[in-house]
């Protein structure tokens, strides 16, 4: 874990050109692992004693669990700009982002005036989930320790996903002190720019933007072109989102979501719970951007040559094996239910995940048979659904293993119990080498993940200050 305090200037090319933000991204310095919540905020309060009358901080809402949640502000500009990391606690690239953007920000009084806007940085908005992911932070290079460290909360307690939903037969208001914490944020500083900072996990980069904004095209693909990151062109995370350019794609609403589920004859009660962040932000014009990347890149997530299946035959083969995933999941955890008697936060993931991928299997079936689906599917495309297999085993059957071993770490776990755990870890095992057999990925320089999260920020900052009153 280092990242040097200090900003050098290699260029001289105008400040928040193309040039300029290609060349800021790739000045991240080398960076280790990701920082725990500790050192998260230990190095904010560093920053923050570092630039006395710069930055301030202040406390905006407490965790389930009892932990403060802090927010820092920065500069003093015309707009108002709200970077939100640990939105899904299992996505760190951002703890490094805020970390990287608050120093920089203090340090290049140029680079501020610029921009003309006063940052809000908020280094984790869950705190609890993240401490349920340190595990691997030291080392994220190894899919296997980190799946086996991995914890996303289920869809009800992230953060991301917990914003009131009321649309049709959907109604979700169940907000937990992490979200409304973030919904007073949002209502009080009415950002220009939200950026929640996620990521991905394999392949490339790719974007969410709340609206079109054709002027950001050129950054977004430049900035990680030039830390030689691919783009991922493969499957949108949903068959619904708009593209509005080659790996940029619409935010979408949780309408879009439940109309397209119900377009398909799938009963949208069971996967439509709360809206995002960014659709809630979108209430004050905000601009919200989301930059996702990768820990591991692979050549095929960016090539768009055909294969020899069709489009639907790849979604058959490939939703058939999340099917029998989640099935396979679903036997371990009904047999796991009546022996179980901890409610730790693994299980409550389990609980909501394991039949999420029966169902997502289901999805991909009716997909199948649509007459758009007889085309060729591309390599991109049979990367992404080939590869959302694998990331679906390891994570989930990861979670589940946590569950059932949390019980053995507590002493109440009886002998049926843990022939049980051996069983799934034997099962998660098998998983995992397959996942390592079908690679082929790289791991990517964490510097050059940040470079391109943080080029993304910058790059609607300036677009921003270029475009008074844009909001529509
Ligand atoms: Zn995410």
């Known amino acids: 874990m280092t990242l040097h305090d200090s900003v050098t200037r290699t260029s001289s090319a105008v400040v928040g050109s193309t040039d300029d933000i290609v060349r800021r991204a790739g000045a991240v310095p080398p960076l280790d692992g990701f920082p725990t919540l500790d050192e998260l ?23 389930r669990l009892g932990e403060p949640i802090t927010m820092y502000t920065i500069g003093a500009g015309a707009r108002h700009h709200l970077v939100v990391g640990g939105v899904h606690p299992n996505e760190p690239i951002g ?7 608050a120093e920089t920000l203090c340090a290049d009084d140029e680079l501020r005036d610029r921009l ?9 908005i869950d705190p609890d989930g993240g401490r349920l992911n ?26 991301e996903w917990t914003f009131p939903t009321s649309h049709k037969a959907a109604y979700f208001d169940r907000v937990m002190p992490e ?64 593209r509005y350019a080659p790996a940029v794609f619409g935010t979408g609403t949780i309408a879009e ?67 029998a995933t989640g099935e396979a999941l679903a036997d371990l955890l009904a047999r796991a239910e009546p022996l179980l008697t901890l409610a730790t936060p693994f299980l409550r993931a ?18 199948a048979d649509e007459p758009s689906s007889a085309r060729a599917a591309t390599v991109a495309e049979r990367f992404s659904c080939e590869d959302l297999v694998h990331c679906f085993r390891l994570r989930y059957g990861g979670m589940l293993l946590r569950a059932l071993e949390a019980e053995a770490v507590a002493g109440t776990a009886t002998a049926p119990l843990r022939r049980l755990a051996a069983e799934a870890e034997a099962l998660w095992s098998g998983w995992r080498d397959a996942a390592a057999a ?35």
């Open 179 to 242: 979200t409304l914490g973030l919904m007073r944020l949002i209502d009080e500083l009415r950002p220009d720019l939200y950026v929640s900072l996620h990521n991905g996990e394999m392949g490339g980069v790719y974007y969410y933007l709340s609206r079109p904004v054709p002027e950001l095209t050129e950054a977004l693909h430049a900035v990680p072109a030039s830390l030689g990151l691919p783009l991922d062109t493969g499957e949108p995370e949903s068959p619904f989102l708009e």
């Open 438 to 472: 079908a690679d082929g990925a790289e791991v990517i320089p964490i510097a050059s993940l940040v470079g391109v999260q943080y080029g993304a920020v910058l790059a609607a900052a300036v677009h921003l200050a270029d475009a008074p009153g844009e909001r529509p």
């Open 257 to 323: 979501a439940y109309d397209y589920l119900e377009s398909l004859g799938v009963d949208p009660a069971a996967e439509i719970a709360g809206s995002s962040s960014s659709e809630y932000a979108s209430r004050w014009g905000t601009l919200g951007l989301v930059a996702e990347l990768p820990y591991w890149k692979h050549p095929d997530a960016d090539d768009t040559s055909a294969t020899d299946e069709s489009y639907g035959d790849l979604l058959r083969r490939t939703g058939a094996q999340m099917t």
């Open 134 to 159: 340190e595990a691997w932070f030291a080392d994220p290079g190894d899919r296997g320790r980190y799946a086996r460290g991995f914890y996303r909360p289920a869809p009800d307690e992230q953060v």
């Open 350 to 367: 389990s609980r909501a995940f394991v039949p999420m991928l029966v169902r997502a299997g289901a999805v991909d079936r009716v997909r």
């Open 41 to 63: 905020a230990a190095r904010f309060a560093r920053i923050e004693r570092d630039a006395p009358g710069l930055i301030s901080s202040r406390r905006v809402a407490t965790s």
């Open 95 to 101: 703890s490094w982002t805020a970390v990287h953007l």
């Open 116 to 124: 003309d806007a006063t940052w809000h940085v908020v280094p984790s």
